[in-house]
């Protein structure tokens, strides 16, 4: 564990913002669909470390978004990434038991409601970027909106997700891999940098920097998450490792070698922090956000 | 088939132009995402009869809404049923074979790219909403957004389906299955409707009669559906019928017999003409719909 006492602070503040406005904004009715809600709330209070809430908080913060607007927004990019592991982890799909250390969803309630739960937190997500409490402008709203939707279906995660089970038959190369990653990935930790600057109203052509940021530790993310599934452990991760290699899946690992992998996400981090030169330590945060990404355990 | 000449027409315009429009919105990529757009394509494609759009461009026709932006919204709302009709039909849901005829998109495809064709049409449902194409007024996109995804999450569709569930081990009683239905199929064709006002610029205050109409024909569809599972011709239907009696479950047509539930269906019918009083021949279309619904034969 290298975080930075600034972002050890981020972390534990993030984690608990987080973890309370889901509890709040998720309440369980008295009527029969109590088990949905209860699933809903298993999923998204299981713990993981919300680097995309923190993400987006920690770019508007740079441009001193309201705190309470900023979080909203965090939540409804954190929902579309924990819907994504409730379906991922079905049987059809990678068919895990084990997400953050506890069962998985689908077996800690059954495989319809756990359907269901992603379901219902996606359209959350929506839900909760539409609602004007997220943000009094309704241009950013819609901004907001778009830029989830795209980072997330067939142009994004889900696009990502369907190359990954197509990688399983077949024998991708280095660029291939890179493009699904940044999909699969990178589309969603893009949209939680994105979404920070849009609610900084920051103009189109004065995000290049932060998509450069993004892109790389985005990249390097995933790096690291080879790595991690290569030589990790599985108690600190809290879920199965090495599956990837067992299925003959190509990884930056299986590619390029442990050692020129480890090589390639430090440089991807330097960059990242390239891209932030014209900014002083008030990005020092996302500094730390992208150092942190690679020096992880878990 | 008991359709009017104008209702005729107006089904065969709609079910073309969702077609043409799903069609040029969702081009098949040259790399390996293309079997998550034909999966897409597929589901979207398979026909049905379109009558969410047809009730949200009847709506938005009343109140001389251009008919690209109209239909932009309709593709929205009927992405979202289509996603919704795919999961239902996946083997941990209702393992339905035949949909509109035709195998269901885990048996033409696989479980795993059902899950995310489905979710992939979840998120291109905000997408077309969240475009400036939908509509050039921002504040009009958000409370579209809003409106669907609220019906289409845990306090609507999604809602309504995990209490679906729950009705197979439980007995409801004729409140609760109302309320189940209203959730599991009324929340979004009373959506069709509020977005059709939405986008014809109609104040809250002047929607009531609209969302009377819907609530009434909403429960008259499900009726009239529980009297089609009953008694109805598979061949027509295009898919498995008298599933519900087989599993136990309670529908109106075992709480109520068939005989009280069809004068029920037709009794809401009436009611729902009766909310479109204020209106002259411009809502003939709406008055045809509701005499359909009961009427129809699949």
Not at 41 to 60: E, I
Not at 133 to 144: G, K, N
Not at 249 to 265: I, M, N, Y
Request: charged share 25%.
């Amino acid at each position: 564990m290298s975080a930075s006492p600034l972002l050890k602070d981020a972390m534990a503040r993030i984690a608990a913002d987080v973890a309370s406005m889901f509890d709040a904004l998720l309440p369980v009715p008295t009527d029969p669909r109590a088990r949905l809600m209860e699933a809903m709330r298993y999923a998204v209070l299981g713990g993981g470390k919300r680097l995309r809430p923190l993400l987006l908080t920690a770019v508007a913060d740079m441009y001193r978004v309201d705190r309470a607007a900023a979080l909203r927004a965090g939540i409804a990019i954190e929902s579309i990434h924990v819907y994504s592991l409730v379906h991922d982890d079905l049987p059809c799909m990678d068919n895990d038991a084990m997400r953050h250390g506890k069962p998985t969803a689908h077996l800690a309630f059954d495989e319809a409601t756990a359907v269901l739960a992603g379901d219902a937190l996606h359209d959350f997500a929506f839900e909760v970027l539409a609602d004007t409490a997220t943000s009094s402008d309704p241009f950013t709203r819609a901004e907001l909106i778009l830029t989830l939707a795209t980072a997330s279906g067939s142009n994004g995660m889900a696009g990502g997700q369907m190359m990954d089970i197509v990688a399983e038959t077949s024998q991708f190369d280095l660029p291939t891999i890179t493009r699904l990653q940044q999909l699969k990935t990178g589309a969603l930790l893009g949209a939680s940098v994105e979404m920070g600057a849009i609610l900084g109203k920051v103009p189109v052509e004065g995000r290049a920097h932060l998509r450069g940021y993004a892109r790389d530790i985005g990249l390097a993310f995933q790096i690291a998450d080879d790595l991690l599934d290569y030589e990790g452990d599985e108690a600190a991760a809290g879920k199965a490792l090495r599956k990837d290699a067992a299925a003959g899946k190509q990884t930056f690992v299986s590619l390029l070698g442990p050692d020129r992998a480890r090589e390639q996400a430090r440089m991807l981090v330097e960059q990242a922090v390239a891209h932030l030169a014209s900014h002083g330590q008030e990005a020092d945060l996302l500094r730390d956000i992208a150092r942190y990404i690679v020096e992880r355990d878990h």
